[in-house]
Nanobody, 121 residues
Framework: QVQLVESGGGLVQPGGSLSLSCAAS????????IGWYRQAPGEQRELVAA???????SYSDSVKGRFTISRDNAKNTVSLQMNNLKPEDTAVYFC???????????????WGQGTQVTVSS
């Protein structure tokens, strides 16, 4: 059974940093594309960062230059380093995985439970 478990969420002041982790099990991790989505109250779900099995990365315009996604295939983990956080980054962040496709409109098949990130002074 595929499981994705996020960790690292919490409360941080504007301008601060957080690092989220997604630990995967039950899949051949190295061949999966992994993404981080977020959903804020009253807002549409947004794919903020993705990393393909090739290692290629992509970011939404709203986080580009501030967030960095990376993967460690030996540890079956994906990280999202979030710097210069803004109040508008406040959302529940979800890890998402799929072997074949993962995009803004069509997320991958597997989801983590989500972790809350709150940016507030």
């Amino acid at each position: 059974q595929v499981q994705l478990v996020e960790s690292g969420g919490g409360l941080v002041q504007p301008g601060g940093s957080l690092s989220l982790s997604c630990a995967a099990s039950g899949l051949m991790f190295s061949i999966y594309h992994i993404g981080w989505y977020r959903q804020a109250p009253g807002e549409q779900r947004e794919l903020v960062a993705a990393i393909r099995n090739s290692g290629d990365t992509s970011y939404s315009d709203s986080v580009k230059g501030r967030f960095t996604i990376s993967r460690d295939n030996a540890k079956n983990t994906v990280s999202l380093q979030m710097n210069n956080l803004k109040p508008e980054d406040t959302a529940v962040y979800f890890c998402n995985a799929d072997q074949f496709r993962l995009s803004t409109a069509w997320p991958g098949a597997y989801w983590g439970q989500g972790t809350q990130v709150t940016v507030s002074s």
